[in-house]
């Protein structure tokens, strides 16, 4: 099933774009966000992990968003397991969106085998 979220995203916080259903797998092939400010404002974007949360891979680090610009991941993907989580936080007062697309299809479950 693809799917695409928009986001009007809140500025200086931490804001969860995507939680990956339990039972889910999630291909995330575009992260698109626009800095809609009059003036430059850093972004960051990282993938973090159900399974530890401390764990954060970073798609995008403090990037610097000229006035009026976006930055686009969308020449490769990702694929997320069920409860990860990808979070964008933008610099604090700045005005700014996202759009992510992805493919969500069920986890196959394995059989329990017995000794």
Same mark, same amino acid.
């Given at each position: 099933?693809?799917?695409?979220?928009?986001?009007?995203?809140?500025?200086?916080? &931490? $804001?969860?774009?995507? =939680?990956?259903? #339990?039972?889910?797998? @999630?291909?995330?092939?575009?992260?698109? +966000?626009?800095?809609? /400010? &009059? $003036?430059?404002?850093? =972004?960051?974007? #990282?993938?973090?992990? @159900?399974?530890?949360?401390?764990?954060? +891979?970073?798609?995008? /680090?403090?990037?610097?968003?000229?006035?009026?610009?976006?930055?686009?991941? @969308?020449?490769?993907?990702?694929?997320?397991?069920?409860?990860?989580?990808?979070?964008?936080?933008?610099?604090?007062?700045?005005?700014?969106?996202?759009?992510?697309?992805?493919?969500?299809?069920?986890?196959?479950?394995?059989?329990?085998?017995?000794?």
């Amino acid at each position: 099933m693809k799917h695409t979220v928009g986001l009007q995203l809140t500025a200086g916080s &931490a $804001n969860t774009v995507l =939680t990956v259903p #339990y039972g889910y797998k @999630a291909e995330v092939y575009l992260l698109f +966000i626009s800095n809609l /400010d &009059a $003036n430059n404002k850093t =972004t960051t974007a #990282y993938w973090e992990h @159900a399974h530890n949360t401390d764990h954060k +891979i970073y798609i995008i /680090d403090t990037y610097p968003m000229a006035s009026h610009s976006f930055i686009q991941f @969308a020449s490769g993907s990702i694929i997320m397991q069920s409860g990860d989580k990808l979070i964008v936080t933008p610099e604090a007062g700045a005005t700014q969106s996202v759009m992510l697309s992805f493919d969500l299809y069920k986890e196959n479950t394995v059989p329990f085998m017995a000794d």
